[in-house]
């Protein structure tokens, strides 16, 4: 509010001098909105004319967007208490909305009407004192108005209300929810008003069905009873000289129901079963064309229906004509805008939605997070439509669509690309694991079949994947790269995934693998194990080994886990890979032994989606039995993220891996987000600082801080500390300042093939 009640109400009366009563009317209710910082300011009055509805007298509106046609009842004014403030129902005005009303009253406590003060959120008009100032002015105002009021004729009183009419109209009009909201009600308004205006008995407002064969009733007043009420379609082919007239006259003004031809048609079975003697037909025209009819209908007598009354009826035609034509646009603007953002079969967003998404999407980036757009394609789409029909095409993608946005998570985006392709934009992770799972999620969403016209259909898809920062940096070249990475999985047959790598540029096919690739991998033992050594840094001790796998391509050569793991993860592969593994780097440990290791302890990564396989601790414990290594010589490395995605399931397995005697170490330490209080939960031995925090440790000190934290962390929980990707003399110089770690990195050692490691390890310890 701008100043003290004091100084409003001096104002106020001040600016009053010399103002007739209606422009102070006027400039009070500007005031009190201004004042009461709300929406609207509105004076309703009950008059003699009025019937049960009360409509505005006169209003200041601030904010135009409020619903309009607002009336008050005339037993909510007449039950309103004097001198108080009432807080009214205001939900028509929004959720949220609040509404104030105050009885305006004559000298004897004689009812004048209401104030009324609106807005669309929350408010209170707390300084009561300056609202009874503005209604003590305004009752004023009113009184002297209303004495005035014998001198109105009833053409004034007409002109008033076509002025109201058409403002309540416009802002109507200006309402941006008109082409969802429903009509009827509003309709319905209007039938209320000409009645109570004309004083009419039965006001209607009809229209065309689409064929023009049929008149329908949208809403219809009846007066008398003051209900609103439906009536039954006309027929054109009943009343057809009714029909012509409708479309050929401007108005059809009768005054004598029983003697005019126009409506002769009506009489037997509509006019004179209602008692109808008088009435005012006003076509509605829009677009040159009539598309419907108000109806004013007078029971029991004839009436002479003045001009004006007829300008009036003709007024509110031509309103309704307009309400029409600004709908029907509003629709058509937005259909045009649905065409071109939506696909007309599954209503999903199209290509333009989806480069517009984003478009947003790396906007908002930030450099630190990913996101992926996968492109999946139905294998042999276009051969099934053949055979089966287009109809039978559209229900699988539909069914397609369905099974894809169930596997949908919040804040993912869907849309439909070509004919028979998807593209899916997941959400932003801080870890790419996260964005493998997604895929394999919508994958796993298209395993059953679809019914369809009662059959059942398998289908299998082509996926092409696109990781953001790494691959496009325009929306453009996301899709485009997504599409290539698509064609490319295509191009190698059925069920096939592809990222998408930037020699698809130069078309150096041959340098793509996809799973088939990685099964056969499997079934030709072309993988292998390296180990790269930890270190005590004091002693100088060989602690363990980490077991880190690679494949040797008999054409490409040497291939880093990173660029297949994940790969192995989504098509499921990991798991037969896994159990490999494990034997594998189990044996290899126990061989080290025979071959005098003594005290190393083998740790093997270990994959989210093994760790949740129902037989994965069989599997361990089978490796472990049969191979008769000592538990405690084996680790393995679970990663922070996957530990806190899964914590019940996690930390009930980990107690079974405890039991067994098998120690766990929590690798890539600090990428994730897990709290320390989780952290004493988890019955784990060791945590392996990420390379991302040894990376200059002794240079940058946030990294240091980071590593001393986590450092003491350890010690407190009593964990080991292994330090990871240590490189440098003086990464390693400043660790072992801070504590005690284990050290592993290529500046002790890079990952070594298992027959070199033994002499290395010789050779170290033997320095
Ligand atoms: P990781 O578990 O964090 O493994 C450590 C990675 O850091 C290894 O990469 C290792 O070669 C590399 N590294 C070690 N010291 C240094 C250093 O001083 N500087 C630099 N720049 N890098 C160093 P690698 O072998 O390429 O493995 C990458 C990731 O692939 C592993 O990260 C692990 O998450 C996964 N992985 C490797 N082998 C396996 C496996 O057998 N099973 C599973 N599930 N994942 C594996
Ligand atoms: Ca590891
Ligand atoms: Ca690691």
Redesign the pocket.
């Known amino acids: 509010m701008r100043n003290g009640h004091g100084d409003f109400n001096k104002q106020l009366l001040a600016s009053l001098q010399g103002r007739n009563d209606k422009n102070a009317v006027h400039y009070i209710l500007e005031q009190a909105s201004l004042y009461f910082e709300c929406d609207a300011a509105t004076v309703y009055l009950l008059e003699e004319k009025s019937g049960r509805t009360i409509f505005p007298y006169k209003e200041f509106v601030r904010n135009s967007n409020i619903y309009p046609l607002s009336t008050l009842r005339r037993e909510t004014i007449l039950n309103l208490p004097s001198q108080e403030i009432f807080q009214l129902d205001a939900s028509i005005y929004g959720e949220d909305a609040a509404s104030y009303a105050m009885l305006l009253e004559q000298e004897e406590h004689q009812p004048l009407g209401a104030l009324v003060l609106i807005h669309h959120t929350p408010f209170t008009p707390e300084d009561e004192e300056a609202l009874r100032t503005i209604t003590s002015c305004l009752n004023v105002y009113l009184s002297h108005l209303q004495s005035a009021k014998s001198d109105w004729n009833h053409r004034s009183y007409i002109e008033e209300r076509i002025r109201r009419q058409q403002s309540d109209f416009m802002r109507l009009m200006k309402d941006a929810r008109l082409t969802s909201i429903d009509l009827v009600p509003a309709f319905q308004m209007i039938c209320e008003s000409t009645a109570e205006t004309l004083q009419v008995d039965r006001v209607a407002v009809w229209f065309f069905s689409e064929d023009r064969t049929t008149l329908e009733c949208r809403a219809l007043y009846d007066h008398p009873s003051k209900k609103f009420k439906n009536a039954q379609g006309l027929q054109k082919a009943h009343y057809p000289a009714y029909f012509s007239s409708l479309e050929e006259n401007r108005s059809i003004v009768v005054e004598q129901t029983s003697d005019d031809f126009r409506v002769h048609e009506l009489l037997e079975d509509y006019l004179a079963p209602l008692n109808i003697k008088a009435l005012m037909d006003i076509p509605i025209i829009s677009g040159g064309k009539t598309i419907g009819v108000l109806c004013c209908e007078h029971y029991d007598d004839s009436r002479n229906w003045s001009f004006d009354e007829e300008a009036f009826a003709t007024s509110i035609g031509d309103m309704i004509a307009f309400i029409n034509e600004h709908i029907k646009r509003r629709k058509a603007e937005k259909k045009a805008k649905e065409l071109a953002y939506y696909d007309y079969l599954t209503h999903l967003p199209n290509r333009n939605a989806l480069e517009e998404h984003l478009d947003t999407r790396m906007d908002q980036a930030d450099g630190r997070s990913y996101f992926a757009l996968i492109y999946l394609d139905i294998d042999g789409f276009t051969e099934m439509t053949e055979r089966l029909g287009y109809r039978i095409g559209d229900q699988l993608l539909m069914a397609v669509t369905r099974r894809l946005k169930s596997a949908l998570q919040k804040g993912e985006f869907i849309s439909r690309l070509d004919y028979d392709g998807f593209a899916i934009v997941t959400n932003d992770t801080e870890v790419k694991n996260a964005l493998y799972k997604r895929i394999h999620k919508y994958l796993e969403s298209l395993k059953e079949p679809l019914m369809v016209d009662g059959q059942e259909f398998f289908i299998t898809v082509s996926t092409g994947v696109v990781v953001f920062p790494e691959d496009g940096d325009s929306p453009a070249t996301i899709v485009r790269n997504g599409h290539r990475a698509n064609t490319e999985a295509k191009r190698l047959g059925r069920s096939m995934i592809t990222f998408y790598r930037p020699s698809f540029d130069e078309y150096e096919f041959e340098q793509q693998w996809f799973h088939m690739d990685l099964a056969k991998a499997l079934e030709n033992e072309e993988f292998e194990?390296?180990y790269?050594p930890q270190v005590h840094p004091f002693s100088k001790e060989v602690t363990g080994i980490?077991?880190?796998?690679r494949w040797t391509h008999p054409e490409k050569g040497v291939i880093?886990?990173?660029e297949f793991?994940p790969l192995a993860e989504v098509t499921g592969l990991?798991v037969p890979l896994?159990k490999w593994?494990l034997e594998k780097a189990v044996h290899q440990a126990i061989e080290l032994d025979h071959q005098g290791m003594g005290d190393i302890c083998v740790s093997?990564?270990?994959?989210a989606i093994?760790f949740q396989h129902p037989e994965f601790l069989t599997h361990v414990k089978r490796v472990v039995y049969e191979s008769g290594i000592s538990p405690e010589k084996l680790r393995l490395?679970i990663?922070e993220t996957m530990a806190m995605d899964h914590e019940d399931y996690t930390i009930e397995n980990l107690h079974h891996l405890q039991d067994l005697g098998v120690t766990v170490a929590l690798?890539?330490f600090g990428t994730g987000y897990s709290s320390l209080k989780y952290l004493s939960l988890f019955p784990i031995q060791c945590l392996?600082i990420d390379?991302s925090f040894i990376r200059n440790v002794e240079s940058n000190p946030k990294n240091g801080a980071i590593v001393q934290s986590i450092v003491d962390l350890a010690e407190n929980l009593d964990l080991e500390v292994i330090a990871?990707?240590?490189?440098t003399k003086e990464e390693l110089r400043h660790l072992t300042a801070i504590g005690n770690q284990i050290i592993?990195?290529?500046?002790y050692s890079?990952?070594l093939p298992a027959n070199e490691l033994l002499s290395w390890i010789q050779s170290f310890q033997g320095e």
């Open positions: 194990l390296y790269q980490e077991a880190l796998v880093p886990p990173n793991i990991i896994g593994i093997v990564n270990i994959s093994e490395e990663t690798d890539d392996k390379r990871e990707g240590v490189e592993q990195g290529y500046y890079k990952p």
